[in-house]
Structure formats: structure tokens, C-alpha cells
């Protein structure tokens, strides 16, 4: 798969590049696994000077030995004598950039905790002593996400406060799935693109998955993703089992009951039997994996909380490969796509709502996104659009199939929300349906 999207991140790095011939440059690149942080780096400073330091779990004296060959590769410049220490190579490059400017990416930076953690001292200490006088262009990104939280956001960590910009790499957006399949399956219905959307998530390499495999209708792409070897059935464990910990277990728990709709906290306690408040708040505040959602205009204090899991293909994984992991242990595939097959249409159902908001996200006319729901859950909104400069709301009721929806029914429903909330006085009101065909 060619690349696609990315022009406002390739144009950000680009003007940091130039940047740094004035005054040394830290960027922080985050983003979760898989959405192209390293493919976006590469593109971004092709035809530049840069030099990819990668930190695989070795020993610090053969990551330098790798080093050093991709800095006489890139710069030409022999260092003479082994170098043991991760800090020497960085005050030879921060010194050497005093006099020229490149660009230094280190990949999957946070695995310097389990090679030597004194590392980042030494960088601040380094950065601090040349960083008046620099060119660099430092680039720095990782897929453990709490753990370069840990480095750059903790006020106790060396490195707090040292990094001048950060970039942080979001899913493909609705407009950019639609070019990909426009590309590569011209003749897409609207079932292939919510497929996938709730599949995917818009994640790069998931997607690439799947254009590579050929896999590009709803049906296709249910073959490639439950089969032997896939890439996804497992994607959920590997990427999360580091991040949580020896704690994964109740973590996956509680995701896995989110995943499958049953998102109060409440709710989610009768399920796993035990009080989850601290889990909670990791997942939503260290992890940013979940978000707390409540209806537009309820107080901050309010109980009517739901909670939702913030990535698209999370949501998925635990629905359905984490939920029936033990059929794919026994590699029953035919039985885990009959499932999905199975509970598709109310799965996707979700999908759409999640669907258009990105898409109202993207198309950038909105000031407020929210839903609203009373506490008794007789009176749901799907979705709310406000734009407050220009005073219009719209309220939207969201199905796959437009006649199924009742437009009489959303208006009693935004009656009885803006009785309960007093919002929206003055404003230009409207009541639409979307449907698969406004995809």
C-alpha cells in the first residue's frame, strides 16, 4: 500500500526541520502502535540528513556499534575506538551538531529503561550543555504509551520540560479510508467502508493489512482477519500486556465488559466482582484508552457516566477475539467468523455512530460533539452537533437502514432534552437522519 494522508504532520516535522538551523529542536511523537509513526518520520526527512537509531532490547554497547555504523552511513564521519555508552555517542552528535544540522530519530525511546535507564539523565544533561548552541533536529517516539508518558510528562523525570514540540499520530480519518478504497476496490460498497472502519479503526498497518492481503470487502475482510497466522487475532495482548503490566487481567476484564456494551461502572463491578474505581482512572488518565461520557449539559459531578473505549479496533478485538479467545485456541476460525457474521449488524450499528463523529470531526464544522440520554436510558440522542458562533444545533438519529428511523420519535427526544437541560434557546434547530448511505 502507497502512503496516504499525513500532509499536516509531514508539513509540522518539516518546519521543525527548518527550525533547527536556527536553534536545536525536541520533538515527543506519540501515537499507538501500529499508526505509522516511524513510515511518517522516514517520509517526512527523506532526502535529508537523519540518522535512525533504533533501541532493540541489546546491550547498550551493541545498540552504540550499530550506532555508530548508521552515523558514519548517514554522516560520513568514522568515530575511531568502540564506544560503550549511549551518552558518549550523544554528546559526540550534539557536539557535531553545533557546526551542521540533521535529524536524529530514536524509535521506541522508552526501551532505554530496560537497557539502561541512567540514560536519560545523561541526555538531559547532555542536551542542557549543548542545546544554546545546536542544530539537532531530535526526534523521539515510542509505542509503550505510559511509559513516554513517564519520561516527558512526570516533573520528576530528567527529560520533563526538555522537549520543544510534540506531534502525536492519529487513526485514518473517514475521507482517507475512502481514497484508499477508491483506489484499490473502485466498485466499494458502503458495508465494505463501515467494515472497514469498525475493523481497522483506521490504523495504517491494519489497513495495509488488509489492502496487501486483497481483503477489501466486509466479507473478505472477516476471511483475512479470523484465519491462521493473522496478524489481529492476537494484536490486542501483544500491544496491551506490556502497558498493563502483571495487572493485565483486570484490566482485559474490563475492557472486554466495555467492549460488549455493558460500560457503567456499576455495571461493569457486578461483572468482574470487585470494586474497579483505580483501574478506572488508569485506564482513562495513564493509559488514555477509555473515555468517561455523559450527556451534554450534565454536571461534572454527575453518576450518569458510560464509559467507551477510545480505539476503534480495540473495541473490536476485545467484542470478539478476546471475548471467544478459547474457540481460537482450539483454532475454530470458521466459529469465531460465524460469531462475528452472527453479531455484526448490532456491532457495526455501534460503528456508525463512532463512524460519523469522526466524520463530523474532520469536516471541522461543529464546536460540540455529545449525546445525550436521560437517566433512565427511555430518551437517547445519538448525536448532537452544535456550532455556537453561527447558533445552529443539529440532532441526529443514527441507523444503518434510514427506514427504520422515526423522525417524529428524535423530535419528542430533543423535547423532553431541552426541557431537562434548557439548552439551545435562540438556536436554529434541525432533526436528521444519517444512514449508510451519508457515508
Same mark, same amino acid.
Given at each position: 500500500m502507497r502512503f496516504y494522508d499525513r500532509e499536516n504532520e509531514i508539513e509540522y516535522l518539516q518546519k521543525v526541520w527548518s527550525q533547527a538551523e536556527d536553534a536545536a529542536r525536541f520533538t515527543v511523537l506519540t501515537g499507538r502502535r501500529r499508526i505509522g509513526k516511524t513510515s511518517l518520520v522516514l517520509k517526512? /526527512? #527523506?532526502g535529508t540528513p537523519m540518522l535512525y537509531f533504533f533501541v532493540a532490547r541489546k546491550s547498550e554497547s551493541d545498540l552504540c556499534e550499530a550506532y555508530l555504523t548508521e552515523i558514519e552511513r548517514v554522516l560520513g564521519m568514522p568515530l575511531m575506538g568502540r564506544v560503550g555508552s549511549f551518552a558518549e555517542v550523544f554528546e559526540c552528535l550534539m557536539k557535531l551538531s553545533t557546526q551542521q544540522r540533521f535529524t536524529l530519530f530514536i524509535d521506541e525511546f522508552q526501551e532505554?529503561?530496560?537497557?539502561?535507564k541512567s540514560v536519560f539523565s545523561e541526555m538531559q544533561r547532555i542536551w542542557d550543555l549543548y542545546e544554546k548552541d545546536s542544530h539537532i533536529n531530535l526526534v523521539v517516539c515510542g509505542s509503550v504509551f505510559s511509559m513516554m508518558q513517564k519520561i516527558f510528562r512526570n516533573k520528576k523525570e530528567p527529560l520533563y520540560g526538555r522537549c520543544t514540540g510534540e506531534l502525536k499520530v492519529r487513526p485514518f480519518a473517514p475521507s482517507v479510508l475512502k481514497k484508499? +478504497? @477508491?483506489?484499490?476496490?473502485p466498485d466499494y460498497s458502503c458495508e465494505d467502508l463501515l467494515a472497514l472502519f469498525s475493523f481497522t479503526g483506521g490504523v495504517a498497518k491494519y489497513v495495509q493489512l !488488509?489492502?496487501?492481503?486483497?481483503? +477489501?470487502? $466486509? %466479507?473478505? *475482510?472477516?476471511?483475512?482477519i479470523v484465519s491462521p497466522n493473522s496478524t489481529f487475532l492476537y494484536e490486542g495482548k501483544n500491544n496491551l500486556i506490556e502497558e498493563f503490566g502483571k495487572d493485565y487481567g483486570i484490566y482485559f476484564s474490563i475492557l472486554s465488559c466495555i467492549a460488549r456494551g455493558t460500560n457503567t461502572r456499576a455495571a461493569i463491578e457486578d461483572v468482574v466482582r470487585r470494586e474497579i474505581g483505580g483501574y478506572i482512572s488508569n485506564l482513562e488518565n495513564d493509559y488514555e484508552l477509555i473515555s468517561k461520557? #455523559?450527556? !451534554?449539559?450534565?454536571?461534572?459531578?454527575? $453518576?450518569?457516566?458510560? /464509559?467507551?473505549i477510545n480505539d476503534v479496533f480495540y473495541t473490536f478485538w476485545f467484542r470478539f477475539f478476546f471475548k471467544y479467545s478459547h474457540i481460537l485456541e482450539i483454532e475454530n476460525y470458521a466459529k469465531v467468523r460465524e460469531?462475528? %457474521?452472527?453479531? /455484526?449488524?448490532?456491532? @457495526?450499528?455501534? *460503528?456508525?455512530?463512532?463512524?460519523?463523529? @469522526? $466524520? !463530523?470531526?474532520? %469536516?471541522?464544522?461543529?464546536?460540540?460533539?455529545?449525546?445525550?440520554?436521560d437517566r433512565k436510558g427511555y430518551n437517547e440522542i445519538d448525536l448532537i452537533a452544535e456550532d455556537e458562533l453561527e447558533k445552529l444545533v443539529a440532532f441526529y438519529e443514527i441507523k444503518r437502514n434510514a427506514e427504520r428511523a422515526d423522525l417524529e420519535v428524535l423530535h419528542e427526544k430533543v423535547v423532553n432534552m431541552t426541557a431537562a437541560t434548557h439548552a439551545y434557546k435562540g438556536y436554529v434547530v434541525t432533526h436528521k437522519v444519517l444512514s449508510m448511505e451519508d457515508m
Open positions: 517526512a /526527512y #527523506q532505554f529503561y530496560r537497557v539502561n484508499i +478504497l @477508491s483506489d484499490y476496490r !488488509l489492502v496487501d492481503d486483497k481483503a +477489501l470487502t $466486509k %466479507e473478505d *475482510m472477516i476471511r483475512s461520557r #455523559q450527556p !451534554l449539559f450534565e454536571k461534572s459531578t454527575t $453518576k450518569n457516566v458510560r /464509559y467507551e460469531i462475528i %457474521e452472527r453479531d /455484526y449488524e448490532t456491532f @457495526s450499528g455501534w *460503528m456508525l455512530e463512532r463512524y460519523f463523529h @469522526s $466524520k !463530523l470531526v474532520e %469536516e471541522g464544522t461543529c464546536t460540540r460533539l455529545g449525546r445525550w440520554w
